[in-house]
């Protein structure tokens, strides 16, 4: 697993950035994340269950302020992590990117497919997309 040089230290661990790769890799072993938007020109954070297909999240909203964030073509961003506080590891992606919404029939299927817990396509609601134009991460690495 790939790993930049640049560490930054607290005393118990390192905070070593991971590449793209490996932010993709953790990306795809959750399915919890919070997308970040303005609402109000004040930042929201929203917890979605999502699915990775290739380099986009994808999640669903029933609407609301995510859905007209992500609709607008707005540039949002996406977060994952997993900390273990009691010693002191884990990692955090954050993902940047112009959502949209999917309204492909055939996309949609196939997203359907990918999930981990089903989407009943009767629900209400709207399938957002958002490319990872940016993608970063850093590792919480103990002594």
């Given at each position: 697993m790939p790993e930049s040089s640049t560490a930054v230290s607290d005393g118990?661990?390192?905070l070593v950035e991971i590449d793209r790769a490996e932010c993709?890799?953790?990306?795809?072993?959750?399915?919890?994340?919070?997308?970040?938007?303005?609402?109000?020109?004040?930042?929201?954070?929203?917890?979605?269950?999502?699915?990775?297909?290739?380099?986009?999240?994808?999640?669903?909203?029933?609407?609301?302020?995510?859905?007209?964030?992500a609709t607008r073509g707005a540039?949002?961003?996406?977060?994952?992590?997993?900390?273990?506080?009691?010693?002191?590891?884990?990692?955090s992606v954050l993902g940047i990117g112009q959502a949209y919404e999917v309204t492909d029939r055939s996309r949609l299927s196939a997203l359907v497919r990918l999930l981990h817990s089903p989407w009943p396509p009767s629900r209400g609601g709207h399938t957002i997309s958002m490319p990872l134009a940016r993608l970063t991460g850093r590792r919480l690495v103990a002594h």
């Open positions: 118990r661990a390192d993709l890799r953790l990306l795809a072993t959750a399915d919890l994340g919070r997308v970040i938007y303005t609402e109000g020109a004040m930042p929201a954070a929203h917890p979605v269950t999502y699915v990775l297909d290739g380099e986009e999240i994808v999640f669903r909203s029933a609407g609301g302020p995510t859905l007209v964030a540039v949002v961003a996406f977060q994952v992590d997993r900390i273990d506080a009691e010693d002191h590891t884990g990692w």
